[in-house]
């Protein structure tokens, strides 16, 4: 068959790769010297990374995990990106849990995953002692322990990856889906689902072999962190700044200090947070080149005050934990503002009747993303009924709302399960979110549907004002009043301190809606 990715100049061609192990092995081999990942003041060259992931993957093989389930528990570091491709080299199956969750969360998480081994951090050793207990888990280690403590293999270059690699139909890890309506779900991935999604990205956008240095904020275990640490930088032999934890000031730095050229930035919370730090003004970014977004639809306005700013746009792509990337604005032609792009290669997108799932609406017109493609996964772990719900006909159906224009180019409008019914009226919260955004006073916005006696359902909505200003509740009606149709304006604007977030950086509007509830 014809090759479906663009044609690109031979500097820029990469070599086709089994899984993720053997891409692994190929930067080590071509570019040993070259730094990979840089975390703060630390650092490791793909030679020693290699070496690292080849003498942990030994570890976990003597452990007796050889092809089974290990959960990692740490923020975002050198230690966690070696151990994901040292459970890949050992036939593993990964689990990345966000290191922000509690006991609570993880429990349920950990039950259902049923893993061989765990291994973690020192902060997290005391919280997850028990559930390793409850749930009979083998081996438990911390990355401090003799048999993970990666420092161990730097420099021996007489390591090697155990044999038989892994092959490219072999699970490569489960993704637990955000969980906002209930028990997270494991999206299964093969290796060659992982490898195909990274050259997915770089069709998108294309960087020079070892030329370039992406800066990732996102926690590893979200697709967006993992793709933009385990996966994409990678495929290119390209450098990854790790920001361990997110902090405006300490992101600007580091967008400077390593001269990133590359700014994965994420969902649009990120980029607002640091629209919010004066220093952003006066920051060098003149290596810089290309600002990625993706995880939450941007506001238009957002994106325009960004490139006020730092003089650069924001390509948006749209993927799930299911299957990613599936669109994107390529840096090969002119981005558009508020579109997540054209749909990647050998993949297929329709819009279809949200009602009914079947019928495919024309060019303009809002409903649910269907999707195929070979970056998709197949099934969910152990939820045959989830997994009959998500795949129908051959098709994934996504959950976002949106359309397709005339050009082809997508557009998301927001999620099936967050539109609202407002007397009879389908509304879009994102529409009230744009709008709120917009205005000058306000920084942060969120909408959300609220039962009501009179219209079933009503739209009331939160806002985190800018410093120094202070308009009310009411003058904010007033400003959406002319903006929007009748049945749109909230009921209600709520001024708060800060909105909540979700482990993955997105407003976590169920918590919206519960604080209302409990009002």
């Given at each position: 068959?014809?090759?479906?990715?663009?044609?690109?100049?031979?500097?820029?061609?990469?070599?086709?790769f089994?899984t993720?192990?053997?891409?692994?092995?190929?930067?080590?081999?071509?570019?040993?010297?070259?730094?990979?990942?840089?975390?703060?003041?630390?650092?490791?060259?793909?030679?020693?990374?290699?070496?690292?992931?080849?003498?942990?993957?030994?570890?976990?093989?003597?452990?007796?995990?050889?092809?089974?389930?290990?959960?990692?528990?740490?923020?975002?570091?050198?230690?966690?990106?070696?151990?994901?491709?040292?459970?890949w080299?050992?036939?593993?199956?990964?689990?990345?849990?966000?290191?922000?969750?509690?006991?609570?969360?993880?429990?349920?998480?950990?039950?259902?995953?049923?893993?061989?081994?765990?291994?973690?951090?020192?902060?997290?050793?005391e919280?997850?002692?028990p559930?390793?207990?409850?749930?009979?888990?083998?081996?438990?280690?911390?990355?401090?322990?003799?048999?993970?403590?990666?420092?161990?293999?730097?420099?021996?270059?007489?390591?090697?990856?155990?044999?038989?690699?892994?092959?490219?139909?072999?699970v490569?890890?489960?993704?637990f889906?955000?969980?906002?309506?209930?028990?997270?779900?494991?999206?299964?991935?093969?290796?060659?689902?992982?490898?195909?999604?990274?050259?997915?990205?770089?069709?998108?956008?294309?960087?020079?072999?070892?030329?370039?240095?992406?800066?990732?904020?996102?926690?590893?275990?979200?697709?967006w962190g993992?793709?933009?640490?385990?996966?994409a930088?990678?495929?290119?032999c390209?450098?990854?700044?790790?920001?361990?934890?997110?902090?405006?000031?300490?992101?600007?730095?580091?967008?400077?200090?390593?001269?990133?050229?590359?700014?994965?930035?994420?969902?649009?919370?990120?980029?607002?947070?640091l629209?919010?730090?004066?220093?952003?003004?006066?920051?060098?970014?003149?290596?810089?080149?290309?600002?990625?977004?993706?995880?939450?639809?941007?506001?238009?306005?957002?994106v325009e005050?960004?490139?006020?700013?730092?003089?650069?746009?924001?390509?948006?792509?749209?993927g799930?934990?299911?299957?990613?990337?599936?669109?994107?604005?390529?840096?090969?032609?002119?981005?558009?503002?508020?579109?997540?792009?054209?749909?990647?290669?050998?993949?297929?997108?329709?819009i279809?009747?949200?009602?009914?799932?079947?019928?495919?609406?024309?060019?303009?017109?809002?409903?649910?993303?269907?999707?195929?493609?070979?970056?998709?996964?197949?099934?969910?772990?152990?939820?045959?009924?989830?997994?009959?719900?998500?795949?129908?006909?051959?098709?994934?159906?996504?959950?976002?709302?949106?359309?397709?224009?005339?050009?082809?180019?997508?557009?998301?409008?927001?999620?099936?399960?967050?539109?609202?019914?407002?007397?009879?009226?389908?509304?879009?919260?994102?529409?009230?979110?744009?709008?709120?955004?917009?205005?000058?006073?306000?920084?942060?916005?969120?909408?959300?549907?609220?039962?009501?006696?009179?219209?079933?359902?009503?739209?009331?909505?939160?806002?985190?004002?800018?410093?120094?200003?202070?308009?009310?509740?009411?003058?904010?009606?007033?400003?959406?009043?002319?903006?929007?149709?009748?049945?749109?304006?909230?009921?209600?604007?709520?001024?708060?301190?800060?909105?909540?977030?979700?482990?993955?950086?997105?407003i976590?509007?169920?918590?919206?809606?519960?604080?209302?509830?409990?009002?």
């Amino acid at each position: 068959m014809a090759n479906p990715f663009p044609e690109v100049a031979p500097e820029l061609q990469r070599p086709e790769f089994e899984t993720m192990v053997h891409m692994l092995a190929h930067a080590a081999n071509e570019h040993p010297e070259r730094t990979a990942i840089i975390s703060g003041e630390n650092e490791i060259t793909y030679a020693d990374y290699f070496a690292c992931a080849a003498g942990l993957a030994a570890a976990l093989i003597e452990m007796g995990v050889k092809g089974e389930r290990v959960v990692v528990l740490k923020s975002n570091s050198i230690a966690t990106s070696v151990a994901a491709h040292a459970v890949w080299a050992a036939s593993g199956q990964l689990v990345l849990f966000n290191p922000l969750f509690t006991e609570n969360e993880l429990g349920p998480l950990i039950a259902d995953a049923a893993p061989k081994a765990v291994i973690c951090d020192l902060a997290h050793k005391e919280m997850l002692a028990p559930l390793v207990e409850t749930n009979n888990i083998s081996h438990f280690y911390t990355f401090d322990d003799s048999a993970v403590s990666i420092d161990q293999w730097r420099g021996n270059r007489t390591l090697k990856l155990p044999e038989p690699m892994p092959n490219s139909g072999d699970v490569a890890m489960l993704a637990f889906t955000g969980g906002t309506t209930g028990l997270p779900k494991g999206a299964i991935h093969t290796q060659e689902k992982l490898v195909f999604g990274a050259r997915l990205v770089e069709a998108l956008w294309s960087t020079k072999i070892a030329g370039d240095i992406w800066l990732n904020v996102a926690p590893q275990s979200h697709i967006w962190g993992w793709f933009m640490t385990l996966l994409a930088p990678l495929y290119g032999c390209n450098t990854v700044v790790i920001v361990p934890q997110f902090r405006p000031d300490v992101v600007i730095n580091e967008l400077a200090r390593t001269k990133a050229t590359i700014f994965a930035g994420g969902p649009s919370v990120i980029y607002n947070a640091l629209l919010s730090v004066p220093a952003l003004k006066e920051a060098d970014l003149s290596n810089l080149r290309l600002c990625l977004g993706g995880g939450s639809p941007f506001a238009d306005a957002a994106v325009e005050t960004w490139q006020t700013v730092t003089g650069f746009t924001i390509h948006e792509a749209w993927g799930m934990s299911e299957g990613a990337p599936i669109s994107g604005n390529s840096s090969s032609i002119p981005n558009k503002v508020g579109s997540v792009g054209f749909p990647c290669a050998m993949t297929d997108v329709e819009i279809v009747d949200p009602e009914n799932g079947v019928d495919i609406l024309p060019a303009g017109e809002n409903g649910e993303f269907r999707v195929k493609g070979p970056q998709m996964v197949t099934e969910y772990w152990n939820r045959p009924e989830e997994t009959a719900n998500l795949i129908q006909g051959g098709w994934t159906y996504t959950g976002d709302i949106g359309h397709i224009d005339k050009d082809g180019r997508l557009t998301i409008v927001d999620r099936k399960k967050d539109m609202v019914i407002v007397g009879g009226y389908n509304v879009f919260p994102r529409e009230i979110d744009e709008v709120l955004f917009a205005h000058p006073d306000i920084q942060e916005a969120a909408a959300v549907g609220v039962a009501d006696k009179y219209s079933g359902e009503a739209i009331q909505a939160f806002v985190v004002l800018a410093d120094g200003v202070n308009p009310t509740s009411e003058e904010l009606l007033d400003y959406c009043q002319g903006k929007l149709a009748k049945f749109k304006v909230p009921s209600e604007i709520h001024i708060v301190e800060s909105l909540p977030k979700t482990p993955a950086a997105k407003i976590d509007k169920l918590a919206l809606k519960k604080s209302l509830e409990q009002d």
